[in-house]
């Protein structure tokens, strides 16, 4: 199955799921009338518009490249994740004001056991659908299914903290209790829709690849370039699935193009087996065009010519 087909079945299976815990999660509130619990159903709510959102990204991410759009359309899936941010930021205001209300008059819990089983279903089914999401999503270079799964980790920790919290009121009888777990909850969903806007924002602004990564871009070029003079400007940009690696190529006076050619193949492919959806463009230049300083160098071992 095509790469892209991968993340658009996983982004689809991401609504259903978002609705089963939306559903369960309402009810947990249903069935207790607890306002953190409450407050935990509204982030699952922005859950399922991100699913869709989502989804609608990494369809649009794996249109290939047009007229109109040469590099492709694989950026789309930041903006998804931007939006997913922004909704987070608004899931946060709404529990906060739910918070204030059930501070000022405070709610008595009914059945909290009942609410925390079907809640704690929920949180469960999250734990697991998360994992899929970060790890599909690192390895299909994804940022929507990564934004997804890494905003249901912030739904763990929430989750965890309401469970908890819940449980302190039933044995205390602290009602008020219900409403500060509530807006602590809006306060970690807060920083968590703040970093989701921060990383994707990166994404937008074409940054560069880790250094990890960066590194195995320079040593494969290092160790396949060779019958060439040296190697410098490399750049890298990542958007969304497709990471773009570009530099200058300087090879002898004497070299014909196709021994160029060949050279530049050999590291394309080696390139592309490391980073699958890459798109490489190599610029050859005569010997005069070797760099002493600045940029990033890769020399080979042959001597430098002046």
């Known amino acids: 199955m095509p790469r892209p087909d991968r993340v658009q079945v996983f982004a689809a299976l ?3 799921l978002a609705l089963a815990v939306l559903g369960l999660k309402y009810m947990g509130f249903l069935v207790t009338g607890s306002v953190a619990l409450y407050s935990d159903a509204i982030e699952s709510i922005i859950n399922v518009v991100t699913a869709f959102a989502a989804l609608a990204a990494v369809r649009i991410s794996a249109i290939p490249a047009d007229s109109n759009h040469p590099y492709g ?8 994740a931007v939006l997913e941010g922004v909704l987070i930021i608004v899931a946060s205001l709404l529990i906060l004001r739910e918070a204030w209300r059930g501070f000022h008059h405070p709610r008595t819990l009914n059945a909290p056991l009942l609410g925390l089983a079907v809640n704690g ?5 999250n734990a697991v659908w998360s994992w899929v999401l970060i790890s599909r999503g690192r390895s299909l270079r994804s940022p929507a299914l990564l934004a997804d799964g890494r905003h249901l980790v912030s739904d763990l920790y929430t989750s965890a903290g309401v469970i908890l919290g819940v449980i302190l009121v039933a044995l205390t009888g602290w009602r008020v209790l219900d409403s500060i777990i509530a807006a602590l909850v809006a306060a970690n969903v807060l ?3 703040w970093g989701v806007i921060q990383e994707s924002t990166a994404g937008l602004m074409d940054h560069a690849l880790p250094d990890d990564e960066l590194e195995q871009v320079q040593s494969t070029i290092a160790a396949e370039m060779q019958g060439a003079l040296e190697a410098h400007d490399v750049r890298t940009r990542q958007a969304g699935r497709v990471t773009f690696i570009d530099f200058h190529l300087v090879v002898g006076a ?3 193009v196709i021994t160029s050619h060949a050279i530049c193949d050999r590291i394309e492919n080696a390139l592309t087996a490391k980073f699958p959806e890459s798109v490489i463009s190599i610029h050859v230049e005569p010997p005069h065009k070797q760099k002493d300083s600045g940029g990033v160098l890769l020399m080979s071992d042959e001597p430098e010519r002046v």
């Open 121 to 125: 279903a929920a949180t469960a089914l």
């Open 73 to 80: 359309h694989s950026k789309i899936e930041y903006f998804s």
């Open 191 to 193: 920083r968590s829709g």
């Open 254 to 256: 004497d070299m014909t």
């Open 14 to 16: 991401s609504i259903p």
